[in-house]
């Protein structure tokens, strides 16, 4: 069983579009984040959340909204897709912020024609 | 603004070897230390979690250490075999606040 789960895997589309992004985990963790890693393969945290509450929100265009409907999802909406979207977005959660690993995802990759 | 880097970019070895993985890091102000690795096309692995407290931590033929003061930490791989071969990413939780803050990471590639 997938303790963290995304859907898509691979989400290819125009610019202008909306699409959404879903996360799911099974682990029983407080914490859920977005992580992009873009074409250079630098990862850097977009936002967090725990126990479906926004604590991070890492200078992101409000374009990408994130949406806990409950403490195991964590959904990724995006508006208005441009090319510099394009990159792999990683969801993932920990127990316990700061003192418990990360568990990672597969990962996403967008592709914005 | 903390800076994560690690060196080399690549690596690669003859299975059997041991290596060591440097990572270093411009704020000594850290909760902790976390090694990852990813593999083509798949999320990542944490492999060794570090609280700013402790100086090493094991498991298996991996052996990281953490130097918070010099702002330095280095994953040592006993063995080396083929399936080591991945990205190795070091990555450290931000003191006073929750952001882990990644490096590049160290492609390395295990030759049979």
């Not at chain 1, 799911?24 to 945290?45: R, V």
């Not at chain 1, 508006?79 to 690993?101: H, K, M, R």
């Not at chain 2, 990281?64 to 063995?79: C, E, M, P, Q, W």
């Amino acid at each position: 069983d997938t303790a963290v789960s995304q859907t898509p895997k691979y989400l290819v589309t125009q610019m202008g579009n909306d699409k959404s992004i879903k996360c799911e985990q099974n682990l029983g963790h407080d914490t859920m984040y977005w992580y992009k890693q873009d074409s250079k393969k630098f990862l850097k945290i977009m936002f967090s959340y725990n126990n479906k509450e926004l604590i991070i929100n890492e200078t992101v265009p409000n374009r990408f909204s994130p949406k806990s409907p409950d403490k195991a999802h964590l959904n990724l909406h995006i508006n208005s897709l441009e090319l510099g979207d394009s990159a792999v977005y990683f969801c993932a959660s920990s127990q316990e912020a700061i003192i418990s690993p990360l568990h990672f995802g597969n990962g996403t990759r967008l592709t914005v024609t | 603004k903390q800076e994560v880097t690690q060196i080399p970019a690549a690596l690669s070895v003859p299975e059997g070897e041991n290596l060591v993985l440097n990572c270093s890091f411009t704020d000594s102000a850290i909760y902790n230390l976390q090694w990852f690795r990813q593999d083509p096309g798949k999320g990542l692995t944490s492999l060794l979690l570090i609280q700013s407290s402790q100086r090493e931590q094991t498991s298996g033929r991996l052996n990281a250490s953490l130097d918070k003061s010099s702002g330095r930490s280095t994953l040592y791989i006993a063995a080396s075999q083929p399936g080591d071969s991945a990205t190795y990413l070091c990555a450290v939780t931000q003191g006073g606040s929750e952001k882990l803050v990644f490096g590049k990471g160290t492609k390395l590639t295990v030759n049979p």
